[in-house]
């Protein structure tokens, strides 16, 4: 199994341009999740996906957009990239919510 | 008040010494709980669950206590690869069905563990 994986590792844009980040998980599991980790603040949920064909906000969802395609993968989008955006971003996913959490490698995300 | 919060060190101990971290949490409808490493640059891992009866990982304790909302997480013996940071973890299960928990982080405790 590959567990989380997630691409790209590292990307750099400028400002108001547009990306989307990838995540495959081959656990079966149900539930995913974005985050997004800057000093000091911790992780940062921004958007989850309880099951396939739901997605849900979570504490810092503007600037964002998601799809949950299909059960191994959760996307996350940023249509016009801003410096604050500039940060590590991290998916997971989980089976359920008295299980382990498993994280992806990360992408971290400069944007000039 | 954040819904976890941790006391985020630096925490600069010798090896062999015992440290301890502590963790509130504010969300009452917290169904689970964890504690995760994460090393520098690099993804968390799951370190170990906190059951209510508190369980122990060979060096590593892990309490908690519902009542006061609180979790720690002992420590005993550090080795110097035991440097990282540690993160409180709370799982606030929003329909009751086991199937939708939403994780939250605490912003973590450093811990640097010196020969």
């Known amino acids: 199994n590959a567990g989380v994986t997630q691409t790209p590792k590292f990307q750099v844009l400028k400002t108001g341009q547009s990306m989307t980040l990838q995540c495959a998980q081959d656990m079966n599991h149900n539930s995913m999740y974005w985050y997004r980790q800057d000093p000091g603040m911790g992780l940062r949920l921004i958007y989850y996906?309880?099951?396939?064909?739901?997605?849900d906000k979570g504490e810092v969802p503007n600037g964002y957009n998601v799809s949950r395609l299909n059960k191994r993968e959760f996307s996350l989008r940023l249509e016009s990239a801003a410096p604050s955006q500039t940060s590590v971003y991290f998916c997971?996913?989980?089976?359920?919510?008295?299980?382990?959490?498993?994280f992806g490698p990360g992408t971290r995300l400069t944007v000039l | 008040r954040k819904e976890v919060e941790q006391d985020p060190g630096p925490f600069n101990v010798p090896e062999g010494a015992t440290v301890a971290f502590n963790c509130t949490y504010s969300?009452?409808?917290?169904?689970?709980f964890f504690w995760y490493r994460q090393d520098c640059r690099k993804e968390p891992k799951l370190l170990m669950s906190v059951y209510s009866s508190g369980n122990e990982d060979g060096r590593f304790t892990a309490q908690l206590n519902r009542a006061s909302q609180y979790i720690s997480l002992l420590i005993r013996d550090s080795k110097l690869s035991d440097s990282a940071t540690y993160l409180c973890?709370?799982?606030?299960?929003?329909?009751?069905?086991?199937?939708?928990?939403?994780?939250?982080f605490g912003q973590g405790t450093t811990l640097q563990v010196k020969p």
């Open positions: 969300n009452s409808a917290s169904q689970s």
């Open positions: 973890v709370v799982n606030i299960d929003l329909l009751g069905s086991g199937n939708t928990g939403k994780l939250i």
């Open positions: 997971a996913s989980i089976l359920d919510s008295y299980n382990e959490q498993f």
């Open positions: 996906s309880a099951s396939e064909g739901t997605t």
